[in-house]
């Protein structure tokens, strides 16, 4: 069982930056693909970003391409989000996700094996 710990959320304004970081309790945790989500007010759960294990393949959706960056530290067994040029639209709780025994493709449908427990980010007008 991976546990995920998520970090770095806050309150910014409009045109602001913070970076999330998401820690796993496993060392194996460097052999999983690993993603961030969102869930605003009212709304869905929705994907942002993966990287794969590999570090060879990241995937975002379009509403945050060219704002966020998803990287990872293996050594660490930890994944950041690094969020930039905020927008309101970005408040949400953000989750951590991991795939041990998925896919790529299943992750990016918000189907992961583990959850974070979520960070909230707040961006102000």
């Known amino acids: 069982q991976v546990q995920l710990v998520e970090s770095g959320g806050g309150l910014v304004q409009a045109g602001g930056s913070l970076r999330l970081s998401c820690t796993a309790s496993e060392r194996t945790s460097s052999s999983l693909d690993m993603g961030w989500f969102r869930q605003a007010p009212g709304k869905e759960r929705e994907f942002v970003a993966i990287i794969t294990w590999s570090l060879r393949s990241t995937y975002y959706a379009d509403s945050v391409k060219g704002r966020f960056t998803i990287s990872r530290d293996n050594a660490k067994n930890a994944v950041y989000l690094q969020m930039n040029s905020l927008k309101p639209e970005d408040t949400a709780i953000y989750y951590c996700?991991?795939?041990?025994?998925?896919?790529?493709?299943?992750?990016?449908?918000?189907?992961?094996?583990?959850w974070g427990q979520g960070t909230q980010v707040t961006v102000s007008s």
């Open positions: 996700a991991a795939a041990e025994f998925g896919t790529v493709a299943t992750l990016r449908e918000g189907n992961p094996d583990y």
